[in-house]
């Protein structure tokens, strides 16, 4: 792993393994890089890709920005009324500037681009406002921000709201029953909590969660600009996802032209070990309609 400056005061951690056409894999809200398992994406350096993945601001080993989000009450009252949240630091919108920014500094002209939840949202930003460096897109278990479709079930919504604090005792427990909470029928505790606690060993940003949680709630719907993207676009959702309901899958799907999509019904807000090769299977045909 290493980190690289993108742009003044903004630096971005990163690691890259293999060798091909790039694919950057863009992770969700509160995800550091190693959340996307070195298995899973070996899936796809074994079909001669070159897998890239990142820490988005505020989160992991990139820049820590230093303003202060809206409060949680302020947050969930937006996903309740479905209104933009004020007074955010930023927006997905620049989140995807950066994502740019990190093929800038790598000399990478173009890539594809593989986002999972808010990393969908960022995936499909980046396709919109930089055409020129996105072969292709593969959105999943996200939404376009339209607020009616792929919002949080009310009792997640609950669950989540009832939370103490994160802190370095309680974050790998944390991290186990929200997994818990919004995981398929392929939930593996042991999995999640060697996963939580490499997180925890690398970082700890609470602060920079909510800044996140922020910027996904004060961006703007993006259902009118993908009707503009012209590259291949696959949408992969899970029936099960309670954290971003299925129908955000089937809105994303029909403001793209020509994208396909991959509804799965063992998965949550997740992606299952048992359909990796599935999931890396059908996002390479993706990859190959990008050369035809």
Known sequence: MASIDVRTGMTIEYDIRGEGEPILFVM?????????????????????????RFDNRDIGLSTQTDWTPPSQKKSMLSMLTRRPLKGVGYTVEDMGDDAAALLDALDIESAHIFGVSMGGMITQAMAINHPSKVR?????????????????????????????????????????????AISGD????????KLATAGLTRSFTPEGIARQTAAIGGSPDRTARLRGVRVPALVIHGLLDPLVKPSGGVATA???????LLMLPDMGHDL????????????VTNFERAAE
């Not at 919002?151 to 709201?161: A, F, N, P, V, Y």
């Not at 392929?186 to 909590?193: G, K, L, S, T």
């Open 28 to 52: 969700g809200l509160g995800g550091q890089l190693i959340a996307y398992h070195e298995d899973f994406v070996d899936l796809f350096v074994e079909r001669g890709y070159q897998a890239i």
């Open 136 to 180: 292709s897109i593969c959105s999943v278990m996200s939404n376009t921000g339209d607020r009616r479709n792929g919002g949080i079930s009310l009792s997640l919504l609950r669950m989540l709201g009832r939370r103490p604090p994160p802190t370095l005792e309680n974050a790998v427990d944390d991290a186990v029953t929200t997994f818990r």
């Open 254 to 260: 029909r403001a793209i032209p020509g994208s396909r």
């Open 272 to 283: 299952p070990r048992p359909r990796w090769r599935e999931i890396r299977d059908c996002v």
């Open 186 to 193: 392929h939930f593996d505790e042991e999995e999640i909590r």
